[in-house]
């Protein structure tokens, strides 16, 4: 494998070789995509979520420690913003400690109720935030890092909908801890601004879809290859849950409900924007329907091909760049 030398606080906390996490992808992060990114020099984390019971999920942590080889990997727990009947996240965060995992990812709400639980258990935690105000949050109830993801960013970039760009520099000056930032980081040159501005390294989540070790059907990836960062569509931020997905039928409908009803409610929204709609696209390759995550990343999506290749070129991406730079900048342009 290529040494590249990068500041420490990342690739340290994880045991990586390149500051670069691969964010958990609801239905597609399993083993066989997480553990490939453990391989590869960075960290993924299998989505809690994406697994229907207990067993399920303990078997697929377990499958992808083999996997891994003694690489590092985690676990993705997306709380629910507020606690309904029947939720599960503790029995969830109990499960990751007894299989010994020894990293997080969280998002959704605060997690401090859980983090006595994560500590003692000496369980690292990166808590992903679509604002650099709810970071300085989270990193005051003791978070390991934070994840921030800017307006670019496929899924759910929140209601403050500041660029990554303005994040990166932005939470310089407001945070102690190790921060990555994400939301339409797809390239190597990217990388190196965010360290540049003072972030630790990235996150990346739609960049990798076309990953060969996702799952998601061929035509599916064959969709996100031709479309541009300007064929995604905000929807849902008429009820406070804004998300950037594909453009497609389903957001089209959505918008036009919302456009003609500013008092909809989830609960109505639901027959269309339901998950398992979108795990179908995954399954058939029928992108047409359903809330599709994608974000500005698109940009950079162009071919099918392994993880490590994908990471590959995007360290000669980061090489280039850093060579760009002129020679009297200290250490990183070295």
């Not at 998601?216 to 995604?232: C, F, G, M, S, W």
């Not at 918008?255 to 639901?270: G, H, K, P």
Request: aromatic residues 6%; hydrophobic residues 45%; charged residues 20%.
């Amino acid at each position: 494998m290529r040494q590249t030398p990068f500041p420490p606080p990342v690739t340290e906390l994880f045991g990586t070789r390149l500051p670069i996490v691969a964010g958990g992808l609801m239905w597609l992060s399993d083993a066989n995509y997480v553990a490939a990114a453990s391989r590869a020099g960075i960290i993924g984390f299998i989505t809690a979520a994406s697994f229907p019971d207990p067993q399920t999920l303990r078997a697929e942590i377990r499958r992808c420690r083999d996997l891994c080889d003694g690489g590092p990997f985690g676990v993705n727990v997306s709380m629910l913003s507020k606690l309904v009947p029947g939720e599960k996240t503790r029995e969830v965060f109990e499960l990751i400690v007894d299989e010994g995992v020894k990293f997080v990812e969280t998002s959704g709400r605060n997690p401090e109720e859980f983090m006595p639980l994560l500590k003692d258990a000496g369980v690292k935690v990166l808590h992903k935030v679509p604002a650099v105000r709810y970071a300085v949050k989270a990193a005051s109830i003791g978070v390991d890092a934070v994840a921030i993801v800017g307006a670019e960013c496929g899924g759910h970039p929140g209601l403050d909908m500041v660029g990554s760009f303005v994040n990166a520099a932005w939470a310089e000056s407001h945070l102690r801890i190790p921060y990555l930032i994400g939301g339409g980081v797809g390239h190597g040159s990217q990388l190196v601004a965010a360290l540049a501005m003072g972030a630790s390294g990235v996150v990346i989540g739609t960049r990798f879809v076309v990953a060969e070790e996702v799952w998601a059907h061929v035509d599916y990836k064959r969709r996100l290859i031709e479309a541009q960062p300007t064929d995604t569509e905000l929807c849902m931020q008429s009820v406070r849950n804004t998300v950037r997905t594909l453009r497609n039928e389903t957001t089209a409908a959505v918008r036009a409900i919302e456009a003609d009803n500013s008092q909809i409610t989830i609960e109505e929204l639901m027959p269309l924007v339901a998950g398992k709609i979108g795990r179908n696209a995954y399954v058939t390759g029928d992108w047409s329907k359903g809330l599709l995550a994608a974000g500005h990343s698109l940009a950079f999506v162009d071919r099918i091909e392994p993880l490590a290749a994908i990471i590959s070129r995007f360290e000669n991406e980061m090489q280039q760049a850093m060579a760009r730079l002129p020679m009297g900048m200290p250490q990183l342009a070295r």
